[in-house]
């Protein structure tokens, strides 16, 4: 499974833009780039995805790398409830393979929001 | 939407005994997995069902972990005899199928502690 690299904690103050980082070296030309967040006494939860345009949904955007080998999850402006462990996932989106849509967790970055 | 249903949400149990977690996915998911979380790692895959089949039960532990998805829509794992090193968090997901876009989606999770 292709590997990502995440900082294992950041910190943040309420109301201002949080950047997580993802290194992802080793992607493949079909992986996506999915991040889930995990509240705590919660399963994981879908927040964005992508595979090489930057993206933009109602909870946050991705940017990613014109290389691919990096992306950074924006969180536009952090509120208390964002604090949580944020997983950046590549997930194999070639259909019929062993691996396909396979979702192989990291040990994510833990995100503080200070009030 | 309902969401993902599991139960129980906790569990005691003493080494060696045998315990049951049960999954009901999201109506017409197709998809289901189960994960284990131990405290302060990322979850793990343990099984993969499409429909009622296995699809990758690679990393379940088949000596003393077992599962089972009756006609495709609830799933049951079960753990016989429990050890310690079984105390974790059990997530089930479920998708419309593996490489769906929009994910995966968890429930809360049943925390199993055996002592």
């Known amino acids: 499974d292709a590997k990502t690299t995440q900082p294992n904690s950041m910190e943040s103050n309420e109301e201002e833009p949080v950047h997580l980082p993802c290194n992802h070296s080793t992607i493949s030309g079909t992986d996506y780039i999915h991040w889930y967040r995990q509240l705590p006494s919660q399963g994981p939860e879908y927040v964005i995805h992508g595979l090489t345009s930057n993206v933009n949904n109602r909870m946050a955007s991705l940017a990613i790398a014109e290389d691919r080998k990096s992306s950074t999850l924006i969180l536009h402006r952090a509120t208390l409830r964002d604090a949580a462990v944020y997983y950046c996932i590549l997930r194999d989106g070639v259909a019929g393979g062993t691996s396909y849509g396979k979702l192989t967790f990291g040990q994510g970055t833990i995100l503080t929001v200070h009030p | 939407e309902a969401g993902v249903a599991q139960s129980p949400r906790y569990k005691i149990i003493e080494k060696r005994q045998s315990v049951a977690f049960w999954c009901n996915p999201i109506?017409?998911?197709?998809?289901l997995y189960w994960y284990q979380q131990i405290l302060g790692q990322g979850p793990k895959l343990l099984i993969q069902f499409q429909n009622n089949g296995v699809v990758d039960d690679s990393q379940l532990p088949k000596d003393r972990f077992s599962a089972e998805r009756l006609k495709g829509v609830d799933s049951t794992l079960k753990i016989q005899p429990a050890k310690l090193e079984d105390s974790a968090v059990y997530l089930c997901?479920?998708?419309?199928?593996?490489?769906?876009?929009?994910?995966?989606?968890f429930g809360s999770g049943t925390r199993l502690t055996v002592v």
């Open positions: 109506s017409g998911h197709a998809t």
């Open positions: 997901a479920s998708s419309l199928d593996p490489g769906h876009s929009s994910g995966y989606t």
